[in-house]
């Protein structure tokens, strides 16, 4: 569940795509899994989007299907990282670092903490989740 959201837009490096979000958590939450950090070159800095996002230049916009749940979405133009998507609710959490107003989020979570390297470290107190406990609360349920 989202906490306290606000509204907002941005876009990618060269401006092919754009968005704009009706309820973004004002909460960001560090990524330190295998798959992120190999998409993005270190943890995925975060935030909840809901469904309420809205896409500009949606042409210029492809889509990996990086595991069985969920997609990953890029500009075609400039490889900007867009989204990652979760396919059963179809929830997006995008980068927070492509919004006009970044300042506003406040990083308050990690997940996958377990796959972090002792390379680097965040001095936030934030609530630290494993893998499994991640995966417990997200994902679809067996059949």
Not at 3 to 31: P, R
Request: charged share 20%.
């Amino acid at each position: 569940m989202m906490s306290e959201t606000v509204k907002g837009h941005g876009n990618c490096l060269c401006g092919a795509v754009s968005f704009t979000v009706g309820d973004i958590s004002k909460n960001m939450g560090a990524c330190h899994c295998d798959t992120c950090r190999k998409w993005g070159g270190g943890p995925f800095l975060a935030v909840e989007c809901g469904t309420d996002v809205t896409f500009g230049g949606e042409d210029n916009i492809s889509v990996f299907n990086s595991s069985e749940w969920a997609q990953r979405g890029f500009c075609k133009q400039c490889g900007t990282h867009l989204f990652y998507r979760l396919l059963e609710s179809q929830e997006y959490i995008l980068p927070a670092g492509l919004f006009a107003d970044d300042e506003q989020f406040q990083l308050d979570h990690q997940v996958f903490i377990d796959q972090k390297p002792s390379n680097y470290c965040f001095s936030n107190d934030t609530k630290n989740m494993t893998g499994a406990e991640v995966f417990a609360m997200y994902a679809p349920p067996a059949e």
